[in-house]
């Protein structure tokens, strides 16, 4: 069967900083019309970044729109000009002050494909040395050390509510475990 939709209208409503917010008018496989609302994002990166003793550093957040801190791994908004793995090095520099080496690729993921266009890119790396971090003006933020087994453990049992976080922490245990990283 045919699922393919067909864009024959676009508005955009919204046009900001990070996010537009568009109001498509669509052709159904069916031939009906339906009204689709897609928040566009220039997509992002996270990186599980482990050291000598396979700790892994998170980062601890004020997330505005939960009204909560979330316990994340190091991640961030794409900067144009810059590939997924130079901005993963930059962002995993700016908030934790660490140098990796040894990067994989973890693949990318959607976070919500039933309205937005965001691609998340992970990777996975060792950490060589970590120094200042140069985090950007309005961020304010505090790095911890978690062991990988706690952290895939925190996964698993819900503690770590961030998407991202726990596909790059379960998909660096599994490959840590089968001798990959």
Not at 25 to 42: F, Q, T
Not at 102 to 129: F, N, V, W
Request: some cysteine; proline content about 5%.
């Amino acid at each position: 069967m045919n699922t393919i939709e067909t864009t024959v209208n676009s508005k955009e409503l919204f046009s900001g900083k990070i996010l537009h917010l568009l109001h498509d008018e669509v052709i159904l496989p069916d031939g009906a019309k339906a009204m689709r609302e897609i928040v566009r994002h220039p997509g992002g990166v996270c990186v599980a970044a482990l050291d000598e003793n396979n700790n892994l550093l998170f980062v601890r957040q004020f997330r505005y729109p939960y009204k909560e801190e979330v316990l994340e791994l190091p991640a961030g908004k794409l900067e144009k000009g810059m590939t997924p793995l130079e901005n993963g090095k930059r962002e995993l520099m700016e908030e934790t002050g660490a140098e990796g080496y040894s990067y994989i690729s973890l693949g990318q993921m959607y976070p919500s494909p039933g309205y937005t266009d965001e691609i998340i890119h992970l990777y996975a790396c060792r950490i060589a040395s970590v120094g200042d971090r140069c985090l950007d003006e309005d961020e304010f933020l505090n790095v911890e050390k978690i062991p990988l087994d706690k952290a895939a453990e925190m996964a698993l049992n819900n503690q770590l509510p961030d998407g991202k976080t726990q596909i790059a922490v379960l998909k660096t245990k599994l490959l840590l475990d089968s001798g990959k990283i």
